[in-house]
C-alpha cells in the first residue's frame, strides 16, 4: 500500500520561502509515475502546483512557475516543493500525490499539510 | 491557458440521480478524472480515465466523457455522498494539470 507523508513547517512570513517534503512508503519513487503538490486555500478549490517524473523533469503551473521548484531525491524515497516570496494568499492545506502516466489522474494522497503565510 | 467549468453546486435527493457536469473546449478529447473531497479529508479518486473506477468505488459511481462536457454521475445517491466534487484534466499540449471548480453536492 502506497502511502505519502507531507512534513514541513506549518509557519511561514511574508516574503520568505516555502518549504515542504513528501516522504513516501510502499512503492519506490525510482519505478515510475509522475509525483505532483496540489493546494487548496481555506474555502476554495483545488489548485495544482506541479509535479516532477521519476527522471527529475518537472511540470509546473504556469501561474506559478515563476515562484516553484520541486525536486526529488530518490535515495531517501522523497521528492519536495519550495514556493518562494509567499505572500497571504499562499496559505493553504498543501497536499503531495502520485499521478498516474496515462490519464494523469492523482492515486495516492498524503493526508495535507497545513501552511500559514503570516509574520 | 486551458480551463474546465463545473456548477457550483448540484442538489438530489437520497436515492436520486445525480449528475455533475465538466466543460471545457474539446474535453473530449482528453482523459478526465474525478475527485471526492470531504471536509478535513484528502480527496478521493472515484473516476479515472473518463470511465473507469478505481476498486473500492462503489458501482454508484460512473462518467462520461464527450464533445465538450465530461459527467460523473451518481446513481442511488446516498447520504455519504454529501461532498465537493472536482473534476481534472491533463492539458497534453502546454503539459499540465487543470482542476475544475468544484461543485459541492448535497443530499437532502
Known amino acids: 500500500q502506497v502511502e505519502m507523508q507531507e512534513s514541513g513547517p506549518g509557519l511561514v512570513k511574508p516574503s520568505e520561502t516555502l518549504s515542504l517534503t513528501c516522504g513516501v512508503s510502499g512503492y519506490s519513487i525510482i519505478n515510475g509515475y509522475y509525483w505532483g503538490w496540489i493546494r487548496q486555500p481555506p474555502g476554495k478549490g483545488l489548485e495544482w502546483i506541479g509535479s516532477?517524473?521519476?527522471?527529475?523533469?518537472?511540470y509546473y503551473n504556469p501561474s506559478l512557475k515563476s515562484r516553484v521548484t520541486i525536486s526529488v531525491d530518490t535515495s531517501k524515497n522523497q521528492f519536495s516543493l519550495k514556493l518562494n516570496s509567499v505572500t497571504a494568499a499562499d496559505t493553504a492545506v498543501f497536499f503531495c500525490?502520485?499521478?498516474?502516466?496515462?490519464?494523469?489522474?492523482?492515486?495516492?494522497w498524503g493526508q495535507g499539510s497545513l501552511v500559514t503565510v503570516s509574520s | 491557458s486551458y480551463e474546465v467549468t463545473q456548477p457550483p453546486s448540484v442538489s438530489v435527493s437520497p436515492g436520486q440521480t445525480a449528475s455533475i457536469t465538466c466543460s471545457g473546449e474539446?474535453?473530449?478529447?482528453?482523459?478526465v478524472c474525478w475527485y471526492q473531497k470531504k471536509p478535513g479529508q484528502s480527496p478521493v479518486v472515484v473516476i479515472y480515465q473518463d470511465i473507469e473506477r478505481p476498486s473500492g468505488i462503489p458501482e454508484r459511481f460512473s462518467g462520461s466523457n464527450s464533445g465538450n462536457t465530461a459527467t460523473l454521475t451518481i446513481s442511488g445517491t446516498q447520504a455519504m455522498d454529501e461532498a465537493d466534487y472536482y473534476c481534472q484534466a491533463w492539458d497534453t499540449s502546454t503539459a499540465y494539470v487543470v482542476f475544475g471548480g468544484g461543485t459541492k453536492l448535497t443530499v437532502l
Open positions: 500525490a502520485r499521478q498516474e502516466g496515462h490519464s494523469f489522474s492523482f492515486d495516492y
Open positions: 474539446r474535453l473530449g478529447e482528453k482523459y
Open positions: 516532477i517524473y521519476h527522471s527529475g523533469t518537472t
